[in-house]
């Protein structure tokens, strides 16, 4: 293996512990506080974990160890999409376990959380852990997206800790992962398995986030990589000054990733999806809007212009999402035989202006072709179109170009437009995590050990008053049925941790707000550069902007 | 204007001087080497250039500074597409001009070589530098990409010198601009205007590269942050196991980016082509070749890696430059509004069928669809096919996929195929410049000045040993016209400054064919992670494998 002079110099990196567990393991203490209650649906929610609702909120403090001594088997599971950090986050615990007993284990379960399935593993040794430390990706064990939600599922899991003694397991993952987390620890617990579960919240996008979970890990890192990226375009933009830049941006529903972005590198736009679904924007509003900046730039001789796309924006766009819907009924079953023998795209479009609402085809009519057969022709195994392989860069420009068309023709617009097209997710989840992002997830490991150690069930590993000092860090525990509700899901009510979206009236949208209007007339266009992990420690410490303003007193 | 934290620490920033300029302007004096002949062409080179041929090799070094003191005005343009470090060597220009004499002055002119010729400049003063030193970008004074070749132009040229008393002017440029530097300068010696003209070497595509050049400014910082990304990709790609990633990287028609980014990261594969050229590879070839590592990995239980292509590699491939040259000549002139009154693509693709030779239909009968598209409908202002618009990563991944049915139906390959695509280019032309680049150009710019204050024209400013600390840098000049031969261009006979493609006998093309099928079989990725500023020097001011691959003895 060729280990790059980064990477060499990332292992000497020793991550900020929270100051409260930095006296060595003899000298944490833990701090009980008040039983909590679940978000919302108390009874519901109460009648579902019987054994692990309403127990107490827990921080560690400096203070003689307490916890009884016995040998503790960890098994951990890395859920989901790979964020910056999850190897750190097992460093952490290893650590830390080893640290209180050299005689206590870690497993690492392979490929996700089928690995728990199939009982697919390694045990984790100093050497192997040292390989990882302070590096990006879930390679350490590999990641998977099975989800751990069934009894039969449940059960097995029982069986393969019992088989090798296992005590507790740490699932890494997002907002899904760590509600399924909660309900493997009521089994657990309802079974008396004597085994704990543990969660620890990870995911770029940014939408596991509420009053206990400051941030997820791994948006720091990679929102950082994305302005990097999106500042070096800025610049080029305003360099070569012909061309608007559309970037589209990772992140799912949540547009939290591209207003981090927005605020860090202050671009010309910046659609935000929760504002485009609270003012039922139409495609057409939202070309307009963009439109009106390319126009007033243009006007003013600057024929150049960076719009941020989040991944998730066309499905909160009214009649677009209604236009969707409309495609997967009419290529359902066996009428998508029907359609895929037709020998043209002529016959297609045809068959589908015979099949879609008069509303539905006035939206489709006006999408470039390559988009309109993306939604017919790249479908998932269930037949459904795939939103997110829709490029609504390319979707936006293309509308925007109609728009300004319309606009030279009317005489309003005098400049000229070209475009060009980006998307960032994959280059963002795998890097080194920012010192930030290295501390904060070898300090959610640690403490998650901690709360194994302490005989805690049902919890999430919590870190909080991140936006302070590693030392002012807070470290402690919640318990993950406090951050749950009721939702409908596939027609089932279902106990769930919420998804955070945007909220229009949190203070990072206010200040986006407060100042696009600014950045979308003017040049206002901030270069943060590449991830630092040395240098001075304005430059190398600080983690998010949305944090800042969140947290901002 | 809001500045990043990175940006005020870059400020802050000294870059490295060669040890033989680092002690005082007044500690400056010039060594004269030998004579100089062109590379080839010799005679024809002579007759062309009377006043500037033949002139010495100069290195400088401490001693007495002997020049003649006279009050410099010097005027700079920076040409062509955004290098990193741009900046500096206007910075590097400023100070050395300063520091001779506080009354000598810098114009910048705007926009690129097209500010000169519309005496559209600013001066530059010690607040307007500092606002730029060690960062990316043109944005200083801006770029552009007009050609200053003609009698005419260097006459206006002439005249805006005379009028503001200017007494050098520095070409920041790639091959092209620099040849043409030669030619101004020619112009300037022959009409005794008295003005001097230095070039200074710039371009991210490295193809600006001889005996005298060790390396163009950009390239470090460029293919760091390509690499940087590929890394990442290569990383989440060893998480998750599931996807090949096809990454198109910008370099114009030569490989030295995509191959300085394999160097660094190790992909799977890394198309070179100057490879596909020499081996006269079709696209099919090219195709069986990238999905011989596919089945391989997939076979093995590895579906998943990584694929770099260069911008440029689909005009080496014979059988695809006769089908581009086929289709211009199919729609040349009123050809084309013929084919675009079509109704449909099935109309078009009749017309099509009917104008291509039987080779080049069968050539274009195996791309996809939206390439084919592409080719027609995405045509410059003279009607050519866009070359560099091809997306050949998908282009390449779908043949791949082709040709992986055809093996899954005949029982080799037993694995998965999914691909994603990626084209990385702007995000790194304009990244702020590593330390290597920063360092590099000041000197450049620097050393710019001395060749001027020291009376010489038509020179190249010399900056090698390039592999060794900053300290054992050397400084001077060589005559521009010792790099040109002659050349066919337009159908007439130029001297130019020979583009440098990817020599196949060379150090770094050697090392990849050595490792490159070990590569392709095994997961042998690193990951260089982002530029770093500031840390230990092993990582944060090296320059490329290239470059140690080259000057290894």
Redesign the interface.
């Known amino acids: 293996?060729?280990?790059?002079?980064?990477?060499?110099?990332?292992y000497e990196y020793s991550p900020k512990l929270p100051g409260m567990l930095r006296n060595g393991i003899a000298e944490i203490c833990v701090c009980e506080g008040a039983e909590t209650q679940s978000v919302a649906d108390q009874d519901k929610i109460k009648a579902l974990f019987p054994n692990t609702y309403g127990k107490k909120e827990i921080t560690f403090q400096k203070g003689a160890n307490t916890s009884v001594a016995k040998k503790q088997i960890v098994g951990v599971i890395l859920s989901g999409?790979?964020a910056p950090g999850g190897h750190n986050v097992i460093c952490g615990l290893y650590d830390a376990l080893k640290a209180t007993n050299p005689e206590n284990e870690l497993f690492g379960f392979k490929?996700g959380p089928s690995g728990l399935i199939d009982d697919d593993y390694i045990v984790f040794d100093d050497a192997y852990i040292d390989a990882y430390r302070n590096?990006?990706?879930?390679?350490i064990i590999?990641?998977g997206r099975t989800k751990l939600e069934t009894q039969e599922q449940f059960a097995i899991v029982a069986d393969v800790c019992k088989k090798h003694g296992i005590t507790a397991i740490v699932i890494i993952g997002g907002d899904d992962s760590n509600t399924n987390a909660g309900v493997l620890a009521e089994y657990m617990a309802a079974n008396n398995t004597g085994v704990q579960v543990i969660g620890c919240p990870k995911t770029i996008d940014g939408d596991l986030k509420n009053e206990d979970i400051e941030c997820s890990f791994g948006f720091d890192t990679a929102t950082k990589?994305y302005a990097?990226?999106i500042?070096?375009?800025e610049?080029?933009a305003?360099?070569?000054?012909k061309y608007w830049?559309f970037i589209k941006v990772m992140g799912r529903s949540a547009s939290h990733v591209a207003l981090e972005c927005a605020l860090?590198t202050?671009p010309n736009i910046c659609l935000v999806s929760e504002e485009v679904a609270a003012k039922k924007m139409s495609l057409s509003a939202i070309a307009d809007y963009i439109a009106d900046s390319v126009e007033t730039r243009g006007n003013n001789g600057m024929n150049f212009g960076v719009a941020i796309i989040p991944e998730g924006v066309v499905e909160f766009v009214p009649e677009f999402s209604v236009l969707i819907h409309e495609i997967n009924e009419l290529l359902a079953g066996s009428k998508a035989d029907a359609f895929n023998a037709l020998p043209?795209?002529?016959d297609k479009y045809a068959f589908i202006e015979a099949g879609l609402t008069k509303e539905s085809m006035a939206v489709f009519a006006i999408l470039p072709q390559?988009i309109q057969q993306q939604l017919f022709l790249e479908r998932d195994p269930h037949g459904n179109v795939q939103v997110s392989l829709i490029e609504s860069e390319k979707l936006f420009s293309a509308l925007v170009a109609d728009k300004l068309a319309a606009r030279k023709a009317a005489g309003t617009y005098k400049g000229k437009f070209g475009a060009?097209h980006?998307f960032f997710g994959?280059?963002?989840?795998?890097?080194?995590p920012s010192n930030f992002d290295a501390d904060y997830c070898y300090s959610l490991g640690y403490n998650a050990f901690m709360l194994i150690q302490y005989g805690y069930n049902g919890y999430l590993s919590k870190v909080s008053n991140l936006s302070a000092p590693a030392n002012e860090w807070v470290a402690g525990g919640m318990p993950i049925t406090k951050m749950m509700n009721i939702e409908r899901r596939h027609g089932e009510d279902k106990p769930v941790i919420k998804k955070a979206l945007v909220e229009l009236d949190g203070a990072p949208f206010k200040y986006f707000e407060a100042h696009r209007e600014e950045w979308a007339k003017d040049t206002?266009f901030?270069?943060?550069?590449?991830?630092?992990?040395?240098?001075?420690t304005?430059?190398?410490d600080?983690t998010t902007v949305t944090l800042a303003l969140e947290q901002a007193k």
């Open positions: 293996m060729n280990i790059s002079p980064l990477q060499k110099a990332r999409g790979q490929g590096t990006g990706g879930f390679d590999g990641s990589t990097e990226l500042g070096n375009i610049r080029d305003n360099s070569a000054k830049h860090k202050q043209t795209w002529a390559s060009l980006h994959y280059e963002g989840r795998c890097a080194f206002c901030t270069f943060p550069g590449a991830i630092q992990y040395y240098g001075p304005e430059v190398c600080i």
